[in-house]
């Protein structure tokens, strides 16, 4: 069975700050995949980004990146320029290869203040 | 392309009645998950659908719980004799079978049983 744990329940950065949001999983499986998924108040999750394992080149989408040390089995999420539309649970994600069920971590409230 | 969405968008019921849930997946997507997500809390798989098989169950899915997929197009979640316990947001997703490790969320139903 896979675990994801998001040890930071709840953070906070100013706008146009860089913040970091840490995941640890633990898995036995070889192939699998991650991801951070946001949910704004009372809207729908959305995918920020994912990065399959067997990929050494950490995942970059705008103003978000993922630091990926697949020894450590970890996976934070580092949102740059953060902006006031940022705020929202961030969840982060594991998924095996079979792709049949995604395993999410408890989240990461975070609030961007101005 | 519409979304994934989820009907209705809300419910209240007494505790004991019964109640069914619809997904609506992005169209020609023929995978359908169903997750539970509790307050606080980061969703829970209870079951996957490819096309109209359901393939895999959770064991948090109970046997007052049923959920259907005829035609490999909508599904349905059913909840009978329910309980104060099954208070959470049941959330839908769907995934192609292009891409099938991206998961596409409904807006999901909030579940109150008084």
């Known amino acids: 069975a896979q675990t994801v744990t998001q040890s930071q329940p709840e953070m906070s950065v100013q706008e146009a700050e860089t913040v970091t949001l840490s995941c640890t999983y633990d898995?036995?499986?070889?192939?699998?995949?991650l991801f951070w998924y946001k949910q704004p108040p009372s809207r729908q999750m959305i995918l920020v980004i994912r990065?399959?394992?067997?990929?050494?080149q950490n995942a970059t989408e705008n103003r978000f990146s993922v630091n990926f040390q697949k020894a450590a089995k970890s996976f934070s999420l580092k949102i740059s320029d953060s902006q006031l539309g940022d705020t929202a649970m961030y969840f982060c994600?594991?998924?095996?290869?079979?792709?049949?069920?995604?395993?999410f971590g408890s989240g990461t409230q975070l609030t961007v203040l101005p | 392309d519409t979304g994934v969405s989820q009907d209705p968008r809300h419910k209240i019921t007494k505790r004991g009645q019964n109640v069914t849930f619809r997904c609506d997946p992005i169209?020609?997507?023929?995978?359908l998950y169903w997750y539970r997500q509790t307050l606080g809390q980061g969703p829970e798989f209870l079951t996957y659908?490819?096309?109209?098989?359901?393939?895999?169950k959770s064991r948090l899915l109970s046997d007052r719980f049923s959920a259907e997929r005829p035609k490999g197009s909508f599904s349905t979640l059913e909840i009978q004799r329910t309980e104060q316990g099954d208070s959470a947001m049941y959330l839908c997703?769907?995934?192609?079978?292009?891409?099938?490790?991206?998961?596409?969320f409904g807006p999901g139903t909030r579940l109150t049983v008084t």
């Open positions: 990065q399959e394992a067997y990929k050494q």
């Open positions: 997703a769907s995934s192609s079978g292009v891409d099938v490790y991206e998961q596409y």
């Open positions: 898995t036995s499986e070889s192939n699998y995949y």
């Open positions: 169209s020609e997507h023929n995978r």
């Open positions: 659908f490819q096309n109209e098989a359901q393939l895999e």
């Open positions: 994600a594991f998924l095996t290869g079979s792709a049949r069920q995604l395993t």
